[in-house]
Every structure is written in structure tokens, then in C-alpha cells.
Nanobody, 127 residues
Framework: QVQLVDSGGGLVQPGGSLRLSCAAS????????VGWFRQAPGKEREFVAG????????IYANSVKGRFTISRDNAKNTHYLQMNSLKPEDTAVYYC????????????????????WGQGTQVTVSS
């Protein structure tokens, strides 16, 4: 089993930055995929960013490309989503997710492909 704990959300003004964290514990995998998703009130959950390990670069939704960056700290077994130039439309609950598989790119954007989920962290962008 894998446990994911999301943190780092909060209230930020437009143009500001936040860094979300996803701390993983439990089983480890040599190859896996991490995704970040978000869900705004009244909207469907949507893919934000993802990355495959041990190889493969990150992919981003068009709406966040150039503003968000996904990364990890192996030593801490923690994944991050750095969010810059935040906009009001970025307001949502953000979730990290992990698949025990090395997903192909076209599958990475589907929440159904992931086995484990964090509890979510609220991000509110407002002046």
C-alpha cells in the first residue's frame, strides 16, 4: 500500500506562487507515474501535470504550461508542484496521485489510471 499526503495549499493573490507537496510512504516502485489533478466547485476533475519515473519527462496541461513545474525529492520521497503566476481560475482542490505503472503519455491524463490518491489541498487565488 501507498499513502499520499497533500499539503501546501492556501490563499494567494493573483500573480502569486505556491508550492504543493505530496509526501509518499509505504511501498516503493522502481518505475511509476505521479500526476497532479485539480477539481474546482461544480467542475470535473482535470489533469494538471504528471511525470514518469525512472525516466520520461513531465507533461503539463495547456492551461498551466510555463507556470507550473512538477518535481520530486527522492531523499524525502516527496513530490512537488510549483505553481507560479497563479490566476483566479487556478482555484481548486489539488490532488496528487500515483500509479504503480509507467504510464504512456495518453493515459497519464486520466485519473482512472492512478492507484493511489492524496486527500487534496485547497488552493484559492483571489485578491
Amino acid at each position: 500500500q501507498v499513502q499520499l499526503v497533500d499539503s501546501g495549499g492556501g490563499l494567494v493573490q493573483p500573480g502569486g506562487s505556491l508550492r504543493l507537496s505530496c509526501a509518499a510512504s509505504g511501498r516503493t516502485f522502481s518505475s511509476y507515474t505521479v500526476g497532479w489533478f485539480r477539481q474546482a466547485p461544480g467542475k470535473e476533475r482535470e489533469f494538471v501535470a504528471g511525470s514518469r519515473y525512472s525516466s520520461g519527462g513531465p507533461i503539463y496541461a495547456n492551461s498551466v504550461k510555463g507556470r507550473f513545474t512538477i518535481s520530486r525529492d527522492n531523499a524525502k520521497n516527496t513530490h512537488y508542484l510549483q505553481m507560479n503566476s497563479l490566476k483566479p481560475e487556478d482555484t481548486a482542490v489539488y490532488y496528487c496521485a500515483l500509479s504503480a505503472k509507467y504510464l504512456i503519455v495518453t493515459t497519464m491524463t486520466s485519473g482512472n489510471a492512478y492507484d493511489y490518491w492524496g486527500q487534496g489541498t485547497q488552493v484559492t487565488v483571489s485578491s
